[in-house]
Structure formats: structure tokens, C-alpha cells
């Protein structure tokens, strides 16, 4: 027996023992387990669960363990994963900054940042949100004007930051946000842009809730009326902001991959749809729709493959920034198409909003058909990726 198997052996047999029953089943939002300053647990299920993982470092296992990681190798993290699925275990911590600024951190932050972050990260004691997008720099991120002017005074070396983000997710529970912010007005756009951490809590940061169409949003405007952030919390150095963000982008499918593993989503709409589809011996008898059903089936598939594919490669350090950008625009689409079926066979009874004539179920495809439209848009639109696999991928003129 090799190494590894062995390893896998230890792995399966220490989750059957430790990952209690309840995380094992399929998870709905409300029962995420949020890494926070004001971290909650509903019941000691949750609580038992996130110490374990989080005292064998394996919130983030191929990180060191002088950051409160695993110290695993790529491939024994890829076994830890697999095992995990294999098992339907729940993940014990949903952090951004986990999954997504860490990578970033672990490969050019400073010592000193990586202890002030990460280790926080590994105790779940910080919530991260993402300062990208502006009013008027969205799919154009490089236009961003959101300024950072450095000074020095008796207080020492700090950026003084104004202007705004929007689309923050979570962001008014955030304890920390990752920014993007123009340091050199004078520079061309990509040139002139930093990476800065910034305190939450700073005076002179304002968060507004934003409302979206399906009634249901975690998206917040956020504002920056001379937010003082020590130059400390520069990542990487001035003007390499742009190159930092598609480091840290590379990790967004990934990140966003999480959210549906340890189980399926809040509710299965294709179940819910079903019953509108076939007759009375359980069979789907138009063609057209039968065809489309079968083809939104096929395309999730191997979209699940291609997901493993890319996850392999990523665990073997080699580039995925082309992939990551197909599968981001392949599977937002793909929702879309799938919504679009589905609401099309329920007719009248999946466009219910309210009201006790409408099941639970069919409320929530009403309103995850409606929340579908924002995925081609999040994270860059579909025809930003478009042109992104056109140019930087096939490398067309």
C-alpha cells in the first residue's frame, strides 16, 4: 500500500468518526456556518464539527502550518476533498477570505500579513467581502476611481481612501474587505491600481443594502469618506493591484464550488418541475421538452467533470485562468437554460411570489429563476468572458 492510500485510509476513517451525522445532510443557507468576529453556531453539531476541522488546520489544508494550515500536499488535499464528497460532509467554514484572498496572501503577502490574516481566517474569527466593482467600473473593472492617496503623519504612513464600491456581497457583515483602489491617477488604468485590506470598522465607512428583483439580496453598496488604512495593509506593492485581482480570481469558481458541496442547494427545483412534465406513468411525452430536460442534464454532467478536470490541475499547479474563465461562463449559462426550462413547464404555478396557494418549493424556483439572471452578470458578465477566452485564451486578433 502506498503512502497516499494509506493516507486516504486515515482520512476516511477520521471523518467517520468526527463529521457528526447532522453535517452529512444536505445544507440550506440559513444553516451555513459563517467564519466571523460574531461567529454562531445553531446547535453543537456545527460547533463540534468546525473545532475538529479547524484544529487539524484543514479549513485551508495545503496551507502551511505556521498559518494554521494542514501542511498537506496538493495531492493529499485532493484526497481530503474527495473523501469529504465521497461522505457528504458539510464544509465547516464558508469564509471568501479562506478560499480566495488566502491563496494570494500565502504566495506574496508579507509575514507579517500573512500573521495578522490568515491565522485569524483559520479560527474563523474574520468575515472577508470584496471591493471590486464601482457604479461605473463594472465590467470595465480598470476604470475604477476609487482613490488612495498615501500620507505620512504623526500617526505614520497611511492611504487616505474615498469613493465607493457596489455589489459587495455581504458586505455589512464583513469584519475586513479586499480592495482594489487607484494609487496613480497619472498611470494608464491597469498600471495605476493597488491592492489594499481594510478594516471594516474604520471611520468613515458606510454600507447600504442593496434590494434585487428576486427579493432576496446579500449585495451592499459600500462608501469611503477619508478611510484611513495603514500602508501596512498593502498587498504585494503599488500598482500591482491588477495583476493581484486575477491571482485572486483564478480561486472564484473554486471558491464558489463550495457552496454546493456537502449537499445539494436549499431545495431541488428539478424535482419541484418534474411533476408539471411527465404523465401518469412517469414519462416525459413531448419531445421538445423531453430533449431540452435531457440536455440540461448532459451539460451539468459535464460541466461536473470539467470542474474536477481544472480542480486536478489547479492542485497540480499548473494555469487555469482559461478554464476558470469558460466554466464561469458555461455554468452561469447554464442556469439560466435550466431555469428557463423549468419555468416554462410549471406555466402559471412557478411564477407564484406569495401567498399560501403556492408550495414553498415553487416559490423558491420563482425567485431562483429570477436570481439566475444576476449569475451571467456577478464576476464578470458573459460577454466580459466572452471576450476574455477570445483574446487571452484562444488567443484570436
Not at 488604468?189 to 474604520?202: R, T, W
Not at 501596512?232 to 495583476?243: F, I, M, S, T
Not at 424535482?271 to 430533449?291: C, F, H, I, N, W
Not at 431540452?292 to 451539468?300: Q, S, T
Request: aromatic fraction near 8%; glycine fraction near 8%; hydrophobic fraction near 40%.
Amino acid at each position: 500500500m502506498t503512502e497516499l492510500e494509506t493516507f486516504k485510509q486515515e482520512v476516511a476513517q477520521w471523518l467517520e468518526q468526527n463529521c457528526p451525522a447532522s453535517m452529512r445532510r444536505p445544507i440550506v443557507a440559513e444553516e451555513m456556518v459563517w467564519g466571523s468576529s460574531k461567529l454562531q453556531f445553531q446547535n453543537e453539531d456545527q460547533k463540534l464539527w468546525f473545532e475538529r476541522m479547524r484544529d487539524r488546520g484543514w479549513f485551508a489544508p495545503g496551507w502551511p502550518r505556521e498559518y494554521g494550515g494542514g501542511g498537506l500536499s496538493p495531492k493529499e488535499a485532493r484526497v481530503l476533498e474527495t473523501e469529504m464528497a465521497r461522505l457528504g460532509c458539510r464544509q465547516p467554514q464558508y469564509n471568501l477570505g479562506v478560499w480566495m484572498l488566502g491563496p494570494v496572501l500565502v504566495e506574496v503577502g508579507t509575514h507579517e500579513q500573512k500573521l495578522e490574516h490568515l491565522l485569524p481566517m483559520m479560527r474563523g474569527e474574520q468575515r472577508w467581502c470584496q471591493g471590486f466593482s464601482e457604479p461605473n467600473a463594472g465590467s470595465d473593472l480598470a476604470s475604477l476611481k476609487t482613490s488612495a492617496r498615501r500620507v505620512t503623519d504623526e500617526q505614520g504612513e497611511a492611504y487616505i481612501v474615498n469613493g465607493g464600491k457596489i455589489w459587495t456581497s455581504d458586505g455589512d457583515k464583513g469584519d475586513w474587505m479586499y480592495a482594489l483602489v487607484r494609487t496613480d491617477s497619472s498611470a494608464k488604468k491597469q498600471d495605476g491600481i493597488s491592492f489594499l485590506l481594510i478594516d471594516m470598522k474604520s471611520p468613515g465607512v458606510t454600507v447600504k443594502p442593496i434590494e434585487l428583483i428576486s427579493g432576496k439580496s446579500s449585495f451592499c453598496q459600500v462608501f469611503f469618506d477619508d478611510v484611513r488604512v495603514p500602508v501596512r495593509q498593502l498587498v504585494g506593492k503599488e500598482g500591482e493591484g491588477w495583476a493581484l485581482a486575477k491571482k485572486l480570481l483564478q480561486h472564484e469558481r473554486a471558491a464558489m464550488s463550495k457552496f454546493t458541496e456537502g449537499g445539494a442547494p436549499s431545495h431541488d427545483a428539478l424535482k419541484t418541475a418534474l411533476p408539471y412534465m411527465v404523465d401518469e406513468q412517469g414519462s416525459v411525452v413531448e419531445p421538445a421538452l423531453r430533449d431540452r430536460l435531457a440536455a440540461v442534464l448532459m451539460d451539468a454532467q459535464a460541466f461536473a467533470l470539467t470542474h474536477r478536470r481544472v480542480t486536478e490541475k489547479a492542485l497540480a499547479r499548473q494555469d487555469v485562468s482559461g478554464p476558470s474563465s469558460i466554466m464561469k461562463l458555461v455554468q452561469t449559462e447554464q442556469e439560466v437554460a435550466k431555469y428557463e426550462l423549468l419555468e416554462q413547464a410549471m406555466g402559471l404555478r412557478g411564477l407564484g411570489w406569495e401567498g399560501e396557494d403556492f408550495s414553498a418549493d415553487e416559490l423558491d424556483v420563482c425567485r431562483a429563476w429570477l436570481r439566475s439572471k444576476s449569475y451571467t452578470i456577478a464576476g464578470g458578465s458573459s460577454e466580459v468572458q466572452l471576450n476574455i477566452i477570445a483574446k487571452r485564451v484562444l488567443e484570436l486578433p
